[in-house]
């Protein structure tokens, strides 16, 4: 964030009084809200600081903590390399399935009036 100038706050302050009208003239009221506002100031500035290295380190420790729990969480490597081979054979297996091929002179249609064939002799049970 912007940092905020010390003198910053007393002249925002300064007009919202005027725009209620009262004045502040140069005065001993008037010098002791001048430090305040500038102490203000500076604690917002320290405030604003702290708070922005403080999200850098959670952004840290949180990217940390991340980690961890991938490593964690993780299959072991060994396994994972057993797993992937396994599966690549089992793939290969069901793609030998899909690729057989039927008889000349058989459709899909031809099946499926086979099956209707079927269930038309038997009759239903009730």
């Known amino acids: ?7 910053e706050l007393y002249q925002n302050l300064c007009g919202f009084l005027k725009s209620q009208g009262i004045t502040l003239g140069e005065g001993a009221y008037a010098q002791g809200i001048k430090q305040s506002c500038g102490m203000l100031a500076d604690a917002i500035n320290a405030t ?3 708070l922005a290295q403080a999200r850098i380190q959670i952004d840290q420790q949180l990217e940390h903590l ?12 060994s396994s994972a390399a ?3 081979t396994a599966s690549t054979e089992a793939g290969a297996k069901r ?3 899909r690729m057989r091929t039927r008889p000349k002179g058989q459709a899909k249609s031809a099946k499926k ?12 049970k009730r």
Do not use: G, L
């Open 95 to 97: 793609s030998k399935r």
């Open 113 to 124: 009036t086979r099956s209707a064939d079927k269930v038309s002799k038997f009759p239903a």
């Open 82 to 84: 057993e797993s992937t």
């Open 66 to 77: 991340r980690q961890s729990i991938h490593e964690a969480t993780a299959p072991p490597a």
């Open 48 to 50: 604003q600081e702290t």
């Open 1 to 7: 964030m912007k940092r905020i100038d010390q003198n």
